[in-house]
């Protein structure tokens, strides 16, 4: 059983242009939050969604960021106008369901110029 | 607003001794606590978890301590192993487990042989 998939696992991206994180869930899992590490600090939830719902945003930044995750396919996390600040560690996670443990995936380091 | 706080970066600890982490949380609506393990270049690994009814929970070489009138919670491991050496990151949550975890900034474990 595959653990939480993650690509790409490294980004670069210049100012300006747009960054895609995916995320594919654990066989079975229909719950993924992300979260965001900044360099020496912890994890930040960002968002929580259910297949095709967005449950919690409360951690979103209000512009540039969304995140969606389709009835079929991986979830996505995506960053227009990408600037220097948002360069960090995005991890995914899945669940089972809202009350079970979550298991994270590698995260990707996205870096941008 | 650091909700979870974890007042120590770094810890080193002999191989074979006890290595207590420590945690300190501010939000009194927390309710479920847990433990991550985190190598370089990987997402967060569960390790233990307790819930605010109780005070201890153990698994195996690991045990957490919750005291919840200080708003601390504590991780022992014992005896403490090389492979040991990693970031861990406290991490807590309302409504029991449900959804966005806020974590702590982590603290480094090394063990010396």
């Known amino acids: 059983n595959a653990g939480v998939m993650q690509n790409p696992r490294h980004l670069v991206r210049r100012r300006g242009q747009e960054a895609r994180l995916r995320c594919s869930p654990m066989k079975g899992h229909s719950h993924v939050y992300w979260y965001r590490q900044l360099p020496e600090e912890g994890l930040k939830f960002m968002v929580y969604?259910?297949?095709?719902?967005?449950?919690?945003e409360s951690g979103m930044p209000k512009e540039r960021f969304s995140a969606e995750f389709p009835k079929e396919g991986p979830s996505i996390l995506r960053i227009q106008q990408v600037v220097r600040g948002d360069s960090a560690a995005y991890f995914c996670?899945?669940?089972?369901?809202?009350?079970?443990?979550?298991?994270f995936g590698p995260g990707t380091r996205l870096t941008v110029l | 607003d650091q909700q979870v706080k974890q007042n120590s970066p770094s810890l080193s600890v002999q191989e074979g001794r006890i290595s207590i982490l420590n945690c300190d949380y501010t939000?009194?609506?927390?309710?479920?606590f847990l433990w991550y393990k985190k190598y370089p270049a990987e997402g967060p690994t569960f390790l233990i978890s307790i819930s605010s009814i109780k005070d201890k929970n153990e698994d195996g070489r690991f045990t957490v301590f919750l005291n919840k009138s200080a708003k601390h919670l504590s991780l022992h491991i014992v005896p403490s192993q090389p492979g040991d050496s990693a970031v861990y990151f406290c991490?807590?949550?309302?409504?029991?487990?449900?959804?966005?975890?806020?974590f702590g900034q982590g603290t480094r474990l090394t063990i010396n042989p």
């Open positions: 939000n009194s609506m927390f309710d479920y």
């Open positions: 969604l259910q297949k095709e719902n967005i449950i919690d």
């Open positions: 996670a899945s669940s089972l369901g809202s009350y079970n443990e979550q298991f």
């Open positions: 991490a807590a949550s309302a409504e029991s487990g449900a959804q966005k975890l806020v």
